[in-house]
């Protein structure tokens, strides 16, 4: 929570000096603008804060001069307006408006000092910060924070800014590393020596300079055993860095034998349990080395005592995993299926026996709608899989190592001679279960993942369970996430429609479910692959069924739309669109109009370009060559731009106004197959 919470921080607070006018001209955030956190602290640092705000001169506009004075007399209104606004009515004067002759008077509001301002305004700007956990502490009031607050420092340039949150008042008053430091409170100066200060104290407050110092010490400590490396994972790095003021790296080592169990095991138990980066050999091999970072400095009278201590500790979680992983091995899989009777996915929706069953079906329907038949496909290894998948939650490995869910399952079936296909499916049946992640690496895995994720959906949607704004406690969104990822990634030959049908839902779950997958598709175009709000919006218009057509849609037009000729036609698109919405034209009637289009000398061009469009596109050897149609698309411009410049279309002619309308018609209509081009934005 700590990186969104500085960052917010900032934001809240440049945006308030902003709106209280405390920001010098030219002011840039990025360089005069600078934010720090640790576990202990938040910190925001921002330069040439302007002392006080600038006098603010208004003119307020009152009553009517016919009724503020009377045969040149000041009458009551006047007088209580002159009084609103603390002037004497002296100061009025008359002005000349478009309605008339009114009262006016130059006010100047005094800026207030910067500190008064601050010390006001942002402990309201503190209480916001978002928090997805909250504490109160303070008897009787209902203020609340991540943490209770210890000590607040607020300086404004040598000076103390009293700000007040969470019981406390600031002052200039810090605090060093709880370990490496005397303990003992000590006074930030200026603002300008609070990084240097803090790291006197052993305390880096530069939350980069933290994470460079964590990558160079596991770099140097790798090193002294030879041709080893520390496997790169950033997600750690980041955890590490946000837990650590004073970060320094040990080498501990472990029994090789434990390199009997499954890598998987070992690097979750060193990752995800105790923090430990694993090192592996030059091969990729893991090696019976890990890597800890500490939050206090190293030196030869404690080092020892602490690598010690993280290898009794390491010890001991292989010694359970091991012993869970031996302990499994009594049970094959294939009997733990009916274990799973007992097992509850939801309350309403059954037992995992129950969910196997329906995600078994899933599969087989897909299977048969994707044409996946032998010698191909293995499609009885994806039934397997499917009866398979879920048996590793009744594994005494898995309840105690539950990150390793799935996983499990497949290095299970794999020992236990399940055909490699369906263990790797099952192996691979929760991915991705990031942005980060792969997707299966077979079309088995793939359909399997595909069949649980839906009727995990559909099943929540069909009992009224759906997301709803940032509260999605089934984890529906991701999801839906990993089905449209999976659907545009693996070439499977399955849309959308063909997904969610296989679920059968009712229809009033259906229409949900259509308007909850549009979402996850645009935030795919969006977030995944970096497409522009209006392009994802001009692409999913003509249909977003199959979601590797609407990428390709989508980069085609990203490529195009730094064209000149794209773009103006874009802009006419719109105009086109804008006229036959305005003239409420739904269509031609069939069989009539488009031809006499070529009878009008002003409508020919563009009709013969349409239509030449239309063959070409016909022409190419793959109907998804969308940079060579929207070339075309680019083409038109001139005769789009001669028909404008040429033609009333909303003639007083119903014929021709009609057969004009019939023309922009179906040129959109020609490529309305590829993107609402009126949906991106132009110049103007």
Known sequence: MIASAE????????????????????????????????????????SDVLERQPDLSEEVVGPSAKIAFKDGAPAP??????????????ALRTITTPKGDYVAVTTT????????????????????????????????SKQTFV???????????EDVVPVSFGGRTAGRASFGHRVLS?????????????????EGEYVIADVEARRHKIRKALDRVCRTVPGARWREDEALVDKMTHLTEWPDVLLGSFDAAYLDLPEEVLVTVMRDHQNYFAVES??????????AVTNIALDEENAGIVRQGNERVLRARFNDARFFYDFDQRT?????????????????????????????????????????IAPTYDVNAILDAASLAKTDLTTELVKEFTELQGIIGGLYAEKQGVSQVAAEAIYDQYLPASADDRIPRSAEGALLGLADRIDTIAGMFSLGMEPTGSKDPFALRRAANAVVRILAESGLPLTLSDVMGAASPQPEVEAKLKSFFAERVEFYLREAKGQAYDVVKAVMAPGYDEIADVVARAEAVSAARGSEDFLAVSAAFKRMKNILAQAGYQGPTPGTGFIHAFEDPAEAPLARKSLAAVKERHELSNWRSYGERLASVASIRPEVDAFFAQVMVMDPDIAVRTRRLNLLYMVLQNFSD?????EIVTAG
């Open 7 to 46: 960052a917010e921080l900032l934001r809240r607070t440049l945006a308030l000096l902003g709106k209280e006018a405390l920001l010098p001209a030219g002011f840039d955030p990025l360089t005069d603008a600078k934010s720090y956190s640790t576990p202990r602290r938040l910190a925001v640092l921002v």
């Open 147 to 157: 943490r209770p607050v210890q000590w607040i420092v607020a300086l404004l340039g």
């Open 77 to 90: 209104a006047a007088e209580a307006f002159a009084r609103k606004n603390g002037v004497d009515v002296s």
């Open 332 to 372: 094959p899989l294939v009997e733990r299926v009916k274990l799973l009777e007992n097992v509850t996915f939801q309350k309403d929706l059954g037992s995992y026996a129950k969910k196997s069953e329906r995600v078994r079906e899933l599969c087989h329907r897909l299977a048969m709608t994707a044409g996946m």
């Open 674 to 678: 590829i993107a609402d081009f009126s």
């Open 109 to 140: 509001k005094v800026g207030r000092a910067a500190s008064e301002v601050i010390a006001s305004e942002l402990p309201k700007e503190i209480a916001a910060i978002y928090w997805a956990k909250n504490m109160r502490w303070i008897a009787g």
């Open 182 to 198: 005397s303990g003992e409170a000590f006074e930030i100066e200026t603002p300008a020596s609070y990084v240097a200060q803090l």
């Open 282 to 291: 030059a091969a990729g091999k893991l090696a019976p080395y890990f890597l």
